[in-house]
């Protein structure tokens, strides 16, 4: 089973996420600030990170460069999700710190878990479990 890290501060954005990404079959993980998604990516190996940009503790745009600059964690794909920054600029910053890909609030689930599964498929498979979902 696929392990998706969710950085997401909004109860029910994790709500929403969490329903999602189980109906989808993955196994959801939690954290709620910056200052966890770190060491939580550490040791949690994720397939894949869903990180809000704007986060109560620092933004989304500062982890992923964290994440991208950690040689545990610079392998993760990281999907960026906003409600707010529809500017180009910001979309672009980041993509340039390491995101592969950017979506905006609200998220179709379906939208969410077709990039999801594009995403993981570049990867060599999910932690611990190579060999599929």
């Given amino acids: ?15 929403l996420l969490r329903d999602a990404l189980t109906a989808g079959g993955y ?3 939690l954290s ?3 200052a966890g998604a770190l060491p939580a990516a550490a040791a949690e190996k994720p397939d894949l990170i869903l990180l809000d940009v704007n986060l109560p503790d620092t933004t989304g745009i500062e982890v992923c460069r964290a994440l991208k600059a950690d040689p545990r964690t ?3 794909p990281v999907l ?3 409600g707010e920054a529809r500017e180009v ?10 995101a592969d890909d950017y ?5 179709s689930p379906r939208v969410l878990l077709a990039r999801i599964a594009a995403l993981i498929r570049q990867t060599a498979g999910p932690s611990g479990q190579r060999g599929g979902k």
């Fill in 80 to 82: 960026m999700l906003t």
């Fill in 32 to 34: 709620k600030d910056g």
């Fill in 89 to 98: 600029e910001t979309r672009v910053e980041g993509l340039d710190a390491g």
């Fill in 1 to 15: 089973m696929y392990r998706i890290l969710s950085v997401e501060d909004d109860p029910i954005m994790q709500k």
């Fill in 27 to 29: 196994e959801f993980r």
């Fill in 103 to 107: 979506m905006f609030k609200p998220v």
């Fill in 74 to 76: 610079a392998h993760i």
